[in-house]
Nanobody, 114 residues
């Protein structure tokens, strides 16, 4: 069992920045892949960024603006979001893909005003 707790969401103006954090109850050193997904109203949940021990992967819509990173010592994955746009408004979910299964956090709201 892995519990994930997101934090860092909020309201920001277009062009601003936010940093999301995802704290894992289990050591992320042993987790294959961790990622951030988002879901806007009326839309499907989509992958934003993912990270393994050696690679990172980004959706085309966020490349160059968002950066995913991990701190194994703190069991935390981050999503640094810069140059935010109104279309980035969504609930952002942390995801862990492990040998024990796939786990989700409860989500954190990000709202970008124009």
């Amino acid at each position: 069992q892995v519990q994930l707790v997101e934090s860092g969401g909020g309201l920001v103006q277009a062009g601003g920045s936010l940093r999301l954090s995802c704290l894992s109850s289990r050591s992320i050193f042993s987790i294959n892949t961790m990622g951030w997904f988002r879901q806007a109203p009326g839309k499907q949940r989509e992958l934003v960024a993912a990270i393994t021990s050696v690679t990172t992967n980004y959706a085309d819509s966020v490349k160059g603006r968002f950066t995913i990173s991990r701190d194994n010592a703190k069991n935390t994955v981050y999503l640094q979001m810069n140059s935010l746009k109104p279309e980035d408004t969504a609930v952002y979910y942390c995801n862990a893909n492990t040998v024990w299964g796939t786990y989700w956090g409860q989500g954190t709201q990000v709202t970008v005003s124009s």
